[in-house]
């Protein structure tokens, strides 16, 4: 009944790694969407995506990029990670509505990759 | 501007009391979307609700109950004899209907309270 599959749980990597975060949903929905909680601050768009290749910024893209090559899969990259991007990365996707309902989705979380830059 | 507050930062009840889960939101646009998350230990965020701006009627599910008030942009959340699986961080988020500068749709969260039910 897994519908939102976070590859890894818990990474500790150093820093100036390059990190990937994979996200893979099985629901066939348009949208997917990477989050980061921090205590305190809640949670932060960092990047979505409304299509394959498609990919826009969310409130904090700065020091990440993504990868949508596949309508199921949504990547999160860090490309030099710093210790200030230790955190929770959430993983979301929803099904896409248009118009005036398009603010009606409701999105399906992955459990969260929890990341430690040393 | 698009805004959801929830004042509480942290609520410890012991079980069987009731606690309400305060949201206040923000928002520009005559409709919208209200969702309210639960976030257990596991750290998965499930669904819980949703209300559209044009619909204030309270709904109850169980021990859960929602007040919507338009007039005080609020949207609470109660537990009724709240039990130890309770115990979790709940976000309250808005959605805009409206295209706002490509954010269609995105939702926009507030900090969470954590909500701990002790025995």
């Known amino acids: 009944d897994v519908k939102v599959t976070q590859s890894s749980r818990y990474l500790v990597k150093r820093t100036g790694e390059k990190v990937f975060l994979e996200c893979v949903q099985d629901?066939?929905?348009?949208?997917m969407f990477w989050y980061r909680q921090d205590p305190g601050l809640g949670l932060r768009l960092i990047y979505f995506?409304?299509?394959?290749?498609?990919?826009e910024k969310g409130d904090i893209p700065e020091g990440y990029s993504v990868s949508r090559e596949k309508k199921e899969r949504f990547s999160l990259i860090l490309e030099s990670a710093s210790t200030n991007q230790t955190s929770m990365y959430l993983c979301?996707?929803?099904?896409?509505?248009?118009?005036?309902?398009?603010?009606?989705?409701?999105?399906?979380f992955g459990a969260g990759s929890r990341l430690t830059v040393l | 501007a698009q805004k959801v507050t929830q004042a509480q930062t942290e609520i410890s009840v012991v079980e069987k009391e009731d606690v309400t889960l305060d949201c206040v939101y923000e928002?520009?646009?005559?409709?919208?979307?209200l969702f309210w998350y639960k976030q257990p230990p596991s750290g998965e965020l499930v669904f819980l609700i949703r209300?559209?701006?044009?619909?204030?009627q309270n709904e109850i599910s169980g021990r859960y109950s929602w007040n919507f008030q338009k007039s005080t942009s609020s949207f609470n959340f109660t537990i009724t004899a709240s039990q130890v699986v309770d115990s979790a961080v709940y976000f309250c988020?808005?959605?805009?209907?409206?295209?706002?500068?490509?954010?269609?749709?995105?939702?926009?969260f507030g900090k969470g309270t954590k909500l701990s039910v002790k025995p």
């Open positions: 979301a996707s929803s099904k896409n509505r248009q118009g005036a309902n398009s603010g009606a989705n409701v999105l399906t």
């Open positions: 629901m066939d929905h348009e949208n």
């Open positions: 995506s409304y299509d394959v290749k498609m990919k």
């Open positions: 928002t520009r646009d005559t409709t919208y979307y």
């Open positions: 209300r559209n701006s044009f619909d204030e």
């Open positions: 988020a808005l959605s805009e209907a409206r295209n706002y500068g490509g954010s269609q749709g995105n939702l926009i």
